[in-house]
DNA sequence: TCCTCTCCTTGCTT
DNA sequence: AAAGCAAGGAGAG
């Protein structure tokens, strides 16, 4: 089969590495640069990424200057570029979410170091990856979450013409897997939640359509119905999985940065989260951002708008 | 009902 | 080298 290519041309900043390496997606991995060169020691220096979305295999880089664009090349079954587009959330300038002056929003903007992380994108992804994905993920890494999905994809996914990689294989193979071989890839106690999730929604089916449109608190309440799945996953299934960005994940990393944003010392997780609707209905886009802020940037400094107001000396 | 504690795998870090 | 730690969830008390 031959291989198709694509342009796809990007509405504002695109980060590319930034957006892949981020902790939403756990399939993409740099390519070894070609050529003679092939010493950039898997780092992408090439600049060149591989992923598998649905029945293909992505070859993704980014070109130049303005106007910016993402190159692709399909192997295997094309979703064609405009579900590429979405998949990329092309069709969306990440400063929209930044809208609105005086708001917390345009405060974060305001950051160090924020204005430098707004070429992440966030993905659309499929659902039922993302769901697993997020299994997964409980008291790990980047890392070894991206080792259990590939490892799955190998095993039990669907060859992809032209290329080494695999689909990830839906629930209905999953729900067939031995629990053994799950944790032969290295996931520990999380291999009983993910075969339990496969097999309830192999037997009972699942409605992935109706979860983008519920009210949040039921669409929350569905997920957590499932086995490992809490909260926090929840809300990373909905907001990566199901295009809701009026989530806000709250881990260890956002409940510590949000308590600086808000000066506070204590708080419950669901204070938090409704301290995060202040941030409007891109939220969780910003969780995202916040996320990398504080994991690699250090504490924050409290919003101007929280900061506690000084009592003045008397 | 809500809060806190412990256990659950694995592998990398200190 | 033993202990700590990592994008949590489930179960007990």
Redesign the pocket.
């Given at each position: 089969m031959r291989s198709k290519r694509h342009t796809l041309e990007v509405l504002g900043p695109l980060d590319l590495p930034l957006t892949f390496s981020?902790?939403?997606a756990f399939r993409w991995r740099p390519v070894a640069g070609d050529g003679a060169a092939g010493r950039d020691g898997g780092t992408g220096a090439s600049g060149l990424w591989s992923g598998v979305v649905g029945g293909a295999e992505i070859l993704a880089s980014a070109s130049g200057l303005p106007p910016v664009a993402i190159q692709v090349e399909i192997r295997g079954e094309s979703p064609g570029a405009a579900a590429l587009r979405r998949y990329f959330r092309l069709d969306e300038n990440p400063r929209e979410y930044l809208s609105g002056a005086g708001t917390p929003a345009a405060e974060l903007a305001a950051l160090p170091g924020f204005r430098d992380l707004l070429g992440m994108r966030l993905l659309r992804q499929e659902p039922w990856e993302t769901l697993v994905s997020?299994?997964c993920?409980?008291?790990?890494?980047?890392?070894?979450?991206a080792?259990g999905v590939e490892g799955m994809a190998e095993r039990w996914g669907e060859p992809i013409a032209g290329s080494a990689r695999r689909s990830f294989p839906a629930p209905e193979r999953l729900a067939r897997a031995r629990e053994q071989d799950l944790?032969?890839l290295?996931?520990?106690?999380?291999?009983?939640?993910v075969l339990g999730a496969a097999r309830r929604i192999a037997r009972d089916g699942w409605d992935w359509d109706s979860l983008r449109v519920a009210p949040i608190e039921e669409a929350r309440a569905r997920l957590?119905d499932?086995?490992?799945?809490?909260?926090?996953?929840?809300d990373?299934v909905l907001l990566f999985g199901v295009d809701r960005l009026d989530t806000y994940?709250v881990?260890?990393?956002?409940r510590r940065a949000t308590l600086e944003l808000t000066g506070r010392r204590r708080a419950?997780d669901?204070e938090l989260e409704a301290w995060s609707r202040r941030l409007g209905p891109g939220r969780g886009y910003l969780?995202?951002i916040i996320?990398?802020l504080r994991?690699t940037g250090g504490p924050l400094p409290p919003l101007p708008s929280e900061r506690p107001a000084r009592r003045k000396a008397s």
């Open positions: 981020c902790g939403q997020f299994i993920s409980a008291a790990s890494n980047v890392r070894k979450i080792g944790r032969a290295g996931i520990g106690f999380r291999a009983p939640y957590q499932l086995p490992g799945v809490g909260p926090k996953i929840a990373c994940p881990d260890r990393w956002i419950r669901e969780q995202q996320f990398h994991r």
